[in-house]
Structure formats: structure tokens, C-alpha cells
């Protein structure tokens, strides 16, 4: 089991950048895949990125690919979200999740941060 929690959450101007932490318990982060998704309101939840338990093999959705960079530091259990040149529809809260086995369908992910609100005024 893992506890998560996320941080670095703000307001920002389109175009400008923010990163996510996300914080893991537990000396079994470095067992499970992790993940960033958001859910803006009245949308439903939708993947964004995914980082296998290594560190490699990261995978971005088409709609972040090339502005969003995945990464984590096992060492300190924690994942990271650089988003940069952001959008106002990048606006959403944002969670971290982790799950066995590498995967984007966030059904299938079984532990969750409590999530941070990003938003992006234009």
C-alpha cells in the first residue's frame, strides 16, 4: 500500500510553467508504476502521463505531449510533472496515482493523491 500527496498546485498565465510533486509513503513506491491525471469540471477523469517503476518508458497524452515531462527520484518516493507553455484548458485538478504494472486507464489504478488544483488564466 502507498499514501500519496500531491503539491505544487497553483494559478499561472497561459504560456507560463508549474511543476507537480507528488509525495509517496512507504518503502514500496519503488514497486509501482506512476501516474498523473486531471479532471476538469464536469469532464471526466483523463490520463496525462505515466512512468514505469524505473523511471523509463514514459508516455504522455497527445493533448500534453511535448509541453509535460514526466520523471520520479525513488530515492526521495517521489514523481514529478513539469508542465510547461500551458493552456487554459490544461486547467483541472491534477492527481497522482499508482498502480502493479505499468497502465493509462485510470480505472485501473488503485491508490490516489487528493489531487491539486491547476489553473491557467489566459
Known amino acids: 500500500q502507498v499514501q500519496l500527496v500531491e503539491s505544487g498546485g497553483g494559478l499561472v498565465q497561459a504560456g507560463g510553467s508549474l511543476r507537480l510533486s507528488c509525495a509517496g509513503s512507504?518503502?514500496?513506491?519503488?514497486?509501482?508504476?506512476m501516474g498523473w491525471f486531471r479532471q476538469a469540471p464536469g469532464k471526466e477523469r483523463e490520463f496525462v502521463a505515466v512512468?514505469?517503476?524505473?523511471?523509463?518508458?514514459?508516455d504522455y497524452a497527445e493533448s500534453v505531449k511535448g509541453r509535460v515531462t514526466i520523471s520520479r527520484d525513488n530515492a526521495k518516493n517521489t514523481v514529478y510533472l513539469q508542465m510547461s507553455s500551458l493552456k487554459p484548458e490544461d486547467t483541472a485538478v491534477y492527481y497522482c496515482?499508482?498502480?502493479?504494472?505499468?497502465?493509462?486507464?485510470?480505472?485501473?489504478?488503485?491508490?490516489w493523491g487528493q489531487g491539486t488544483q491547476v489553473t491557467v488564466s489566459s
Open positions: 496515482a499508482a498502480r502493479l504494472g505499468y497502465g493509462t486507464d485510470w480505472k485501473t489504478y488503485n491508490y
Open positions: 512507504g518503502r514500496t513506491f519503488v514497486r509501482y508504476a
Open positions: 512512468i514505469s517503476r524505473s523511471g523509463g518508458s514514459p
